[in-house]
């Protein structure tokens, strides 16, 4: 995915969040509440956001590269 920096300067709901990683809102909002979040966020007032090129990044890590099989003997 080609991203240019205003895009992953935008900021997203944490709905928008959730749907991007394929997680629930709920799971978001408990990292965040028990201050596990391996997402950075923005509090504005009681509103938070996420950075959209920071969830972006978090989901490429999160990637685990399929094993070769053993060989069969």
Known sequence: ????????????TRK????LLGLSVHTLASW???RTDPLPVYKFGRAIRYRA?????????????????AAVK
């Open 53 to 69: 090129g920071d969830v972006i990044d978090f989901r490429n890590r999160c990637r685990v590269e399929a094993t070769k099989p």
């Open 1 to 12: 995915m080609n991203t240019t920096n205003r895009d992953r300067d935008a900021l997203l």
């Open 32 to 34: 965040t509440s028990h």
């Open 16 to 19: 928008q969040a959730s749907e």
